[in-house]
Every structure is written in structure tokens, then in C-alpha cells.
């Protein structure tokens, strides 16, 4: 026998094989894809969608807990553990009168949070979420407003102090504080101004401090216009002076903004010495000034004589 004959029976067999394999393998595969009687193919369908109509109930029904714990723990951090100092406090506090009398009047403090900055450049506007370096605080004396800054730590005894910083006075003002109450019995902010160390003596109580108690407030004018109160049409709006902004509302209030400082008052009009004048009145340490400001309007242009010194003021759009 030769190699090519046994070649050849090599290769029948090798055929015959594959051929009952191959039939063998789609007979399993056949069998495999027959659906089996007892089951039917609608109701696997159905199964299915309940189970997945069930994950998506069981998943918002957590969401929902989820939300609800955080609106819930949220609610109890403001009405009880709230430490923001932000808004306004105000304080009762006794003022000599230039009479020497003696009269109380309201004081506030009014802080704010880190404002966000933009930058312009090229006619084009970048926002930036760096923060100012300070927070605002505002010191309300009547209508009379101080701005400036403060910053919250605190010191080495873990207590928390506020150290305030007014422009226009030149002035810092330091206190260790505490927030007291909750929203349905009050808040209030305690200042505590700790005596020096180096002027107390023995018998005095170093634990004692003197305190301020604040109460929340809102930001309210100290004087309102008169109820027969007619306005200029041409005097109402917004003018500014160099970085002075000077506001006459169509009710009769008047403010004047320099960015340092701030006067909030009321106005009207007169006639006096012959010049047409505008009335300027506003509260100080519980007193009301007054200030005569004779002045003349052209169009958008309102010339004020105030101290002898001229201003040109300019409507702002």
C-alpha cells in the first residue's frame, strides 16, 4: 500500500467524521433553540417588566429618603445650629444730646457675605469665583451708614471673635461673639468686649466682660418723607460727581454715597435767598441735621452749591 492510498483512507474517515459531527452539533444546537411547551414566551416578557418596574420604585423611594434626611437635617441645622452672623443686629444704646440729656437710640450692624469678583479686560467680562478678601459690615448710625470689612476666627481659647475695619474712621473694632436663640425665640448676637488684662485689678472678676446684645433687624430708614411731598421730575434720578453718587427719589428720599460712607435722609424744596434749594435731612446720633443746597438744573446737568464749593453733577442713564 502506498502513502497516497492510506491518504486517502486518512481522508474518508476525516470527512465521515466531520459529517456526524457537524450534524451532531446542529442537532444540540436545534435542540437548544426549541422553546420549551410548559413555558410560553409572552409570559417571560411580563416577568421581566415587573422586575424592572419594582428596581425603578425601589430606587426613587431611596432618592426620595435620601432627599428627604437632607431637607430634614438641613431644617434643624437652621433653626438650632445656625452660625451665620450675616444680616442685621441692632442694639439699643444711650446717646448724649448736645442739651446734655440723655436719649436711646437704635445702633446696627449689617454684614454681608464674600462677594464674587469680575474682571473686564478688552471689552470682554471674566468671572472668577476668587472672593474679595473681606466681607462687608456696615455701621448704621441713624441714617448715617460707615462701610468697611470683618473677618471671623477664632483665638487661641477656641472662642470666636469678629474684628470689624471702618474706612471712613479709620477705625477696628474687635469683640469675641456668640450666637444665641433659634429663629422661633430669637436670635441674638452677643458681643463681649473683654476688659485688658493689664488695666485689671484683683478685686475684679476677670471671667466678668461687659456685653452688647443684638437682635435681628432689618435695614429701615431712620426718618420718612412728608405725606404732602411733591417731587421734580427733573431732580429725580441718579447723579454723580467724580466717585459720589447722589440719588432723589421720586418719594422724597435723598442718599448720598461716597463708597466710604453713605447718608440716607429725606429731601424737599424751598426758596431761599432768592436760589432755588434742596432741603437735605437725615439722622445722627439722634439728632436731625439739616443742610440747605442751593441748585440749578440745565438738562442733565444739576449744579450744587454745597460750602461754597460748586458741584457739577451728572444724570446718570
Not at 456526524?20 to 420549551?36: C, F, G, R
Not at 436719649?103 to 469680575?118: L, P, R
Not at 478678601?133 to 471671623?152: C, D, H, P, Q, S
Not at 442751593?294 to 450744587?304: A, C, E, I, S
Amino acid at each position: 500500500m502506498s502513502i497516497n492510498d492510506n491518504t486517502e483512507d486518512i481522508k474518508d474517515n476525516v470527512e465521515s467524521n466531520e459529517s456526524e459531527d457537524e450534524v451532531s452539533l446542529y442537532d444540540k444546537v436545534d435542540e437548544q433553540l426549541v422553546p420549551d411547551e410548559g413555558i410560553k414566551n409572552d409570559e417571560e416578557i411580563k416577568i421581566d417588566d415587573t422586575k424592572v418596574k419594582s428596581y425603578r420604585n425601589r430606587t426613587l423611594i431611596v432618592a426620595a429618603c435620601i432627599f428627604a434626611v437632607t431637607v430634614i437635617a438641613f431644617a434643624v441645622w437652621y433653626v438650632f445650629f445656625n452660625n451665620d452672623i450675616t444680616g442685621v443686629w441692632e442694639t439699643d444704646v444711650d446717646i448724649m444730646m448736645t442739651d446734655g440729656t440723655t436719649k436711646t437710640e437704635k445702633m446696627k450692624f449689617a454684614f454681608s457675605d464674600k462677594e464674587k469678583m469680575s474682571f473686564f479686560e478688552n471689552e470682554k467680562s471674566y468671572f472668577s469665583d476668587k472672593e474679595s478678601l473681606t466681607a462687608k459690615a456696615e455701621m448704621i448710625n441713624g441714617g448715617r451708614t460707615f462701610a468697611g470689612g470683618y473677618v471671623t476666627e477664632a483665638d487661641n481659647n477656641d472662642q470666636d471673635y469678629i474684628s470689624m475695619y471702618f474706612t471712613a474712621t479709620g477705625s477696628t473694632i474687635t469683640y469675641n461673639y456668640e450666637l444665641l436663640g433659634d429663629i422661633f425665640s430669637g436670635r441674638k448676637l452677643v458681643l463681649y468686649n473683654e476688659p485688658d488684662s493689664d488695666t485689671t485689678d484683683d478685686s475684679t472678676d476677670s471671667s466678668e466682660s461687659d456685653e452688647i446684645v443684638f437682635r435681628q433687624s432689618e435695614k429701615t430708614y431712620s426718618l420718612d418723607p412728608s405725606a404732602d411731598f411733591k417731587p421734580n421730575k427733573g431732580v429725580v434720578g441718579t447723579w454723580v460727581y467724580n466717585d459720589i453718587i447722589y440719588s432723589f427719589d421720586s418719594e422724597g428720599r435723598f442718599c448720598e454715597d461716597v463708597g466710604s460712607s453713605k447718608i440716607d435722609g429725606i429731601y424737599s424744596f424751598s426758596e431761599e435767598g432768592g436760589l432755588d434749594t434742596i432741603v437735605v435731612k437725615y439722622k445722627y446720633s439722634g439728632e436731625i441735621q439739616s443742610l440747605s443746597i442751593p441748585y440749578l438744573l440745565k438738562g442733565d446737568v444739576m449744579t450744587l452749591t454745597i460750602n461754597g464749593y460748586e458741584l457739577d453733577l451728572q444724570k446718570k442713564v
